[in-house]
């Protein structure tokens, strides 16, 4: 099994940008499709963004659309968002999650269809 950790979270002013990192370790991360989700204090988990196993399509919330990026680097078995134009709304912890993918080309959406998670990161905004 993959065991992933995210990194680069932390207080940033609205308008500002951060890049979040998940590395993965224990199996090589282009066997998995890959996803951000966030969750704020009293809501739901959310998905933030999603993207392929072999990375050629990508799936952004309405809420991030234009402003977050997310990306893979297999080589590195990293998984990255670059987040732009930071909201306070944009804070709350943000965690990767990996789902074994035989196909290449699907995009996972549901949390549930997940396996594996990292521990979150936190990223907060302030106005």
């Known amino acids: 099994q993959v065991q992933l950790v995210e990194s680069g979270g932390g207080l940033v002013q609205a308008g500002g940008s951060l890049r979040l990192s998940c590395a993965a370790s224990g199996r090589t991360l282009s066997s998995y499709a890959m996803g951000w989700f966030r969750q704020a204090p009293g809501k739901e988990r959310e998905l933030v963004t999603a993207?392929?196993?072999?990375?050629?399509?990508?799936y952004n919330a309405d809420s991030v659309k234009g402003r977050f990026t997310i990306s893979r680097d297999n080589a590195k078995n990293t998984l990255y968002l670059q987040m732009n134009s930071l909201k306070p709304e944009d804070t709350a912890v943000y965690y990767c999650?990996?789902?074994?993918?035989?196909?290449?080309?699907?995009?996972?959406?549901?949390?549930?269809?997940?396996?594996?998670w990292g521990q979150g990161t936190q990223v907060t905004v302030s106005s």
């Open positions: 999650a990996a789902v074994q993918a035989y196909d290449g080309y699907l995009i996972y959406t549901r949390a549930s269809s997940y396996d594996y």
């Open positions: 993207i392929t196993r072999l990375g050629g399509s990508t």
